[in-house]
């Protein structure tokens, strides 16, 4: 069993949602990441989404853009982020940490390389934006022997066919993207989201995740009513901006006990 199934079993049991954030690797600095991890952690996250900077992120909206100009400029790779994750397991051998990013870094490095040094880090599952699940049975394959989740997005505009395809080759869990749009967007209606997980559980009986447009703590709390996780990013990455860097491992971890204190409530 992953660490990520072992991890919403245990949610599951206790009766509660997973709490799923997500930051850039490198930002605002190399030195504060894995402060940052710990503080993921001791807020309530249930699992870190830990993101690859890449020059062209293109799911993404203008904060995490920037947030990954910035890891780019600090000279951030994803062998430094592997690095990281390493770093973070001295601590923390039970978190699970999901490598989100594009393909790119991954095509460069080869999959089977990457795979295992993802494993040998410590990494649970990777979620690479660009790779369509349909054209990925190899990956996810390659994944699991490794022992590493396959994680794969859906959308409002995923067709049934892109559901079932996903449905089958994906483990730890789906994220579902519940807009249209890039991340950052602040449109969510939580109606549209309640109307399509009961169709995307009807294929597969793994957790479901969604993120985009979850800015707070209501926000969050709505989504979790049909979601077994919410994932929170762009609202995270705004916080780091605007916080002065000597404030910014407290102000993490109170702004991600605010959400846990709500999915909890």
């Known amino acids: 069993m992953s660490k990520i199934t072992a991890t919403f079993n245990e949610l599951k049991a206790a009766g509660k949602k997973g709490l799923i954030p997500f930051i850039t690797a490198g930002d605002p600095d190399p030195g504060l990441t894995v402060e940052l991890m710990h503080a993921l952690v001791r807020g309530g996250s249930s699992v870190i989404e830990l993101g690859v900077p890449f020059s062209d992120p293109m799911a993404d909206g203008p904060v995490i853009q920037r947030a990954s100009e910035r890891a780019l400029s600090h000279g951030v790779t994803l062998h430094s982020c592997l690095d990281m994750v390493k770093e973070f397991r001295k601590k923390d051998p039970k978190t699970p940490v999901v490598l989100m990013g594009y393909a790119n870094p991954v095509e460069q490095m080869g999959a089977d390389r990457f795979a295992t040094e993802a494993k040998a880090a410590g990494v649970d599952g990777v979620l690479i934006v660009d790779y369509p699940p349909e054209e990925c049975v190899d990956f996810a394959a390659r994944m699991r022997i490794a022992g590493v989740d396959p994680i794969f997005l859906l959308a ?7 559901i079932k395809e996903a449905a089958k080759i994906a483990s730890g ?3 579902y993207v519940s807009m249209r749009g890039v991340t950052g967007s602040s ?3 939580t109606q549209d989201v309640a109307s399509i997980i009961p169709k ?3 294929e597969t009986a793994i957790p479901i995740a969604v993120g985009f447009g979850i800015n707070d703590a209501a926000s969050a709390k709505a989504v979790s009513k049909t979601a077994d996780a919410v994932v929170i990013g762009s609202r995270i990455i705004r916080l ?13 971890e109170t702004f991600i006990r605010e959400i846990r204190v709500a999915l909890d409530t």
């Open 156 to 162: 409002p505009t995923s067709s049934h066919l892109r």
């Open 173 to 175: 869990y789906i994220y």
């Open 187 to 189: 449109n969510l209606n």
């Open 200 to 202: 995307i559980r009807e």
């Open 240 to 252: 780091l901006e605007e916080c002065p860097p000597d404030q910014a491992v407290q102000s993490l």
